[in-house]
């Protein structure tokens, strides 16, 4: 069985991978619409706010269906809100799904980050609540299939002591304090999904919370001319004693629908929380890789309060404390339950103090060195350092353009002083293959690989570091080609120069512990 989760997995990363890549050859890596699939819900989110705000003037609790009837007759200013309303919940709906299977596909969800797992699971029953408050508002034949399956599953609860499926029998017409209720609960959930989703980010630094402005009002666009060129319609008036043989449905909302309602209603609950639980469960699934990647620690001799490991830790795991060694400034410590083990603060430390155990500067200084001492080294080839989750497939592409392939956890990981010492050891050039910015497993690590490699910011590549044989290219899974043309472009740029001399000498440890002592003094 392990053995089938495993071949499943796999093939839906490469089927991700193979969507993203394609995205991306359409829209480009800042506006790949798969990449932004959380912010996408925010972006909805606010949409389904805005309409439904005006949408409420016109509502009459005493006559729903009449007063929606009315409203979508109204093409100017009625019908077209209702149907962005509409799409856009939809919308919301299917980028929460993608939104949800990244995370799993790329498991961002165990230790630090089961929190967001499980705030998200809260979210989309909160969605899903009121969307189905929202469909028996306007009380059509669908609006009243899904309130009766409603009723008939919380009838098989011991919790209220009459049977709530009676009211819709057509014995006595339905109290307005249903659908003022239902009205309440629809204004009223929004709040707490706010709440929720304050949660849902609380254990990010710089939590994005929408879409490039280009995307996410392209994606508002397109919605609106949806909506405008295929208007809603009413369905039918909800009516105790008729039974359509169809009903329209959204089964975006009520996909459970064609589950639960020709099943008896205990085995409907069974089923639900069976899956509930399944949900809840997906964080135990990879409850060893916490165990295999330790939280950072910090070298507290060789800290030199820089502030930079702070500042470039995506999860506000890192805290500055003032020292009580005698020595000035503050020292940084780690907050083992919020560290997901990105390493990004490796990466960050110039004198190389602060890391996942076995990741931190000084360990990737020993690895490479290894790397290239071997005998297969030839000088002026080049050295493609590659993501491990992103273009460690492209590795054969890679190879056969003429690349050495050096594969790294994460390119936010990588210390500049391995990029250096490749270029002193004789490469012809380095490529920096990082994942897209908008789809790093660790959030911001293609971010400040660019800005350390060519913005100068700790720890920087150094200025005796020849740029011309240093380059940054992103890509991802399924993007073997682009990986290819990096290598080439590289390689011409590198054609053009003379063939290095392996110059190994200097000491970059003591030399990025001089420099970050000069800099914190």
């Known amino acids: 069985m392990p053995a089938v989760v ?8 490469r089927l991700l991978g193979a ?4 995205a991306n050859r359409l829209y480009g890596w800042r506006y790949n619409p798969l990449y932004q699939s ?11 706010i805005g309409t439904g705000l005006w949408l409420l003037l016109f509502y009459r609790v005493g006559d729903p269906w009449g007063s929606v009837a009315r409203l979508t007759a109204n093409p100017w200013t009625g019908n077209w809100v209702r149907g962005l309303h509409r799409y856009a919940s939809d919308a919301a709906i299917v980028a ?3 939104h949800a299977a990244r995370m799993v596909l790329q498991h961002r969800f165990w230790g630090p980050r089961a929190l ?22 306007v009380w059509d034949t669908f609006g009243q299939r899904i309130a009766i399956e409603g ?25 307005g304090a249903f659908f003022f209720l239902n009205l309440f609960a629809h ?7 706010g709440l929720v989703l304050w949660v849902h980010v609380s254990r990010l630094a710089r939590p994005t919370l929408l879409p490039p402005k280009r995307l996410g009002w392209t994606i508002v666009g397109l919605l609106t001319a949806v909506a405008v060129a295929w208007p809603l319609s009413m369905a039918p008036i909800a009516d105790p004693f008729f039974r359509p043989a169809t009903v329209p449905a959204d089964y975006f909302f009520a996909f459970w629908l064609p589950f639960s309602r020709d099943i008896p209603a205990d085995y409907a609950w069974i089923g639900g929380g069976l899956a509930v639980l399944a949900l809840l469960l997906v964080p135990r699934w990879n409850r060893g890789e916490r165990a295999h990647r330790p939280a950072s620690e910090v070298d507290e001799a060789i ?7 702070f500042h470039d830790c995506p999860y506000d795991a890192i805290r500055m404390l003032e020292r009580h060694d005698g020595r000035a400034d503050h020292v940084a410590r780690v907050t083992p339950d919020l560290c997901v083990s990105c390493g990004i603060c490796a990466g960050s430390c110039a004198p190389m103090g602060v890391g996942p155990p076995g990741r931190t500067g000084r360990d990737q200084l020993e690895e490479v060195r290894s790397f290239l001492g071997s005998p297969e080294r030839v000088p002026g080839e080049i050295i493609a350092i590659t993501c491990a989750h992103g273009a460690l497939t492209s590795g054969p592409a890679l190879r056969a353009a003429g690349a050495v392939v050096y594969p790294v956890d994460c390119a936010g990981n990588l210390h500049s002083s391995v990029v250096e010492l490749g270029i002193r050891a004789g490469a012809g050039g380095v490529l920096v293959l990082a994942c897209p910015p908008r789809d790093c497993r660790n959030r911001e690590g293609p971010k400040w690989t660019g800005e350390r490699i060519y913005h100068d910011r700790d720890a920087e590549l150094q200025a005796r570091v020849d740029r011309r044989r240093v380059a940054l290219a992103y890509a991802g899974p399924g993007e073997a080609s682009e990986a290819a043309q990096a290598v080439a472009r590289l390689q011409a740029a590198a054609a053009a120069l003379a063939v290095p001399e392996p110059d190994a000498d200097l000491d970059l440890v003591a030399a990025c512990e001089a420099t970050a002592a000069v800099e914190a003094s």
């Open 6 to 13: 495993t071949a499943i997995e796999r093939a839906c990363r």
């Open 19 to 22: 969507a993203d890549a394609a």
């Open 38 to 48: 959380g912010t996408i819900v925010v972006a909805m989110f606010l949409v389904l």
């Open 96 to 98: 929460t799904a993608i």
């Open 116 to 137: 967001a797992w499980f705030s998200g699971l809260v979210l989309v029953g909160l969605v899903l609540i009121l969307g189905w408050t929202g469909y028996v508002m």
């Open 151 to 175: 009723a008939r599953l919380l009838d098989a609860l011991p919790i209220l002591s009459e049977p709530v499926e009676r009211a819709f029998t057509g014995e006595r017409a339905l109290p």
């Open 187 to 193: 204004v009223a959930l929004p709040l707490g999904l």
């Open 303 to 309: 800290c030199t309060g820089c502030w930079q490991c």
